[in-house]
């Protein structure tokens, strides 16, 4: 398929052309969160069978889509967007709290958005890895934006003097694997915790991390 193919326009059932893309678009990713998120996954799926679970033609899936691993990237976007925006809500609700307050919140929200629905740690930990170095690529710029968003937050707790003043980069890259490795895993059943206490030994790897002992805060009623 050398191009995608010429969407219709103009007003049909009361909706636009607009209207009834991002429809179709929208179902063939709910589709795909069902078919990649679960069985049969990502690389046993066809553009038929992803077409016949979104109730839609092939035609209409290439006047959307060029490939399945477009769907895919797509979809790993979209899971992604939709932790971040639960982390950026939870962390404007609790910016004026004592930093180990702070951590639990952004960190509840994380988890709970992640793990609400297994599909979206199977679309984020698993289906992504090595599909291609375009998906590679994309994957890691994501991971990226969290390590940038734990390296936001240190910085600013160091200048509250609320944690050491370093650079955090390593430290946040390192952490950002521990939380992806022990979300999948407790996802996936292999560690006997509840999500509460998943969410608190992150918390205290990360407050481990932001106030090491050889660290006195500036301000000794500091939280």
Request: hydrophobic content about 45%.
């Amino acid at each position: 398929m050398v191009g995608r193919l010429k969407a219709p326009t103009g007003r049909y059932a009361g909706k636009s052309a607009e209207e009834r893309q991002a429809e179709r678009r929208r179902r063939f990713l709910d589709a795909a969160l069902q078919l990649f998120g679960d069985t049969p996954g990502y690389r046993g799926t066809t553009v038929a069978a992803l077409s016949d679970a979104a109730g839609l033609s092939t035609r209409q899936f290439y006047e959307e889509f060029r490939t399945l691993e477009d769907v895919l990237a797509a979809l790993h976007l979209q899971v992604n967007d939709w932790a971040e925006e639960a982390v950026v809500a939870a962390f404007a609700a609790a910016q004026d709290l004592p930093l180990a307050d702070r951590v639990t919140a952004i960190f509840r929200a994380y988890a709970g958005n992640v793990t609400a629905d297994p599909r979206r740690i199977r679309i984020t930990f698993v289906e992504i890895v090595g599909v291609s170095p375009r998906l590679e690529e994309q994957r890691l710029a994501r991971r990226s934006r969290w390590i940038e968003l734990i390296c936001a937050e240190a910085s600013e707790a160091a200048a509250r003097g609320e944690a050491a003043p370093r650079d955090y980069r390593l430290a946040a890259t390192a952490f950002i694997g521990s939380v992806n490795g022990l979300l999948h895993d407790w996802s996936a059943g292999w560690v006997d915790a509840t999500l509460d206490e998943v969410v608190d030994e992150l918390v205290r790897q990360l407050l481990g991390i932001l106030r090491p002992p050889e660290w006195e805060p500036r301000d000794s009623c500091e939280s």
